[in-house]
């Protein structure tokens, strides 16, 4: 399936209807959201949105805020999944996408994990021959920056 053409920004709306139900206290939305279309699987694609959302509103706190955007740029396509939570430190930036490994700034109450879903983030996006890292501060929030390449003819 690596060659349909896929429509980021409704995978993106998609995956909020995932969420409505799990989303607890937090303003889940997406903002801004362009129509970008990209050639590639939509189960593995889906299935790295919802990492990524799913990281976002765990290490959020209740009462934050999760945004998830869509831009194409000519050639590629970037897709934003930005937190108000508690972030991660500089020192841990690279090392959380290695398998198991979980950074050492931790929520009051560690809602836990396996250490494996930024791993499996980064083999889906490159993948697709794209790019994927991460903005962070801790206390400010994390946003997470993946990009995509585009087909010429598709936007
Ligand atoms: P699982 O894959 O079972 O959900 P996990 O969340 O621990 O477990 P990853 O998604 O690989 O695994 O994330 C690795 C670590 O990176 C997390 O343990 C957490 O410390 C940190 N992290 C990931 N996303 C965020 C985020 N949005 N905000 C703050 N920390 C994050």
């Keep these: 399936h690596l060659e349909d053409a896929v429509r980021l920004d409704q995978l993106v709306l998609d995956t909020l209807r995932t969420f409505e139900t799990q989303k607890g206290n937090h303003v889940l ?3 801004p959201l362009e129509a970008c279309t990209i050639l590639g699987d939509p189960g593995r694609l889906k299935q ?3 990492i990524l959302t799913g990281n976002a509103l765990k290490y959020t706190p209740e009462g934050g805020m999760v945004t998830l955007s869509t831009s194409c ?6 897709l934003r999944v930005r ?4 972030g991660i430190p500089a ?6 996408f290695e398998r198991f490994y979980r950074a050492s700034h931790r929520m009051e109450k560690d809602p836990g994990g396996s250490g494996l879903g930024l791993a499996i983030a980064r ?3 490159e993948e697709h021959g794209g790019t994927i890292h ?3 501060m801790v206390g400010q929030g994390t946003t997470v920056v993946v990009r995509l390449p585009t087909h010429r003819d598709l936007n």
């Excluded at 740029?73 to 970037?78: C, H, L, P």
């Excluded at 937190?83 to 508690?86: A, S």
């Excluded at 020192?91 to 959380?96: H, R």
């Design 91 to 96: 020192s841990d930036l690279e090392k959380v």
């Design 134 to 136: 991460l903005e962070s």
């Design 48 to 50: 790295l949105l919802v």
């Design 29 to 31: 939305s997406a903002d």
């Design 83 to 86: 937190d108000t939570g508690i």
């Design 73 to 78: 740029q000519g050639d590629r396509v970037e």
């Design 123 to 125: 083999t889906i996006v």
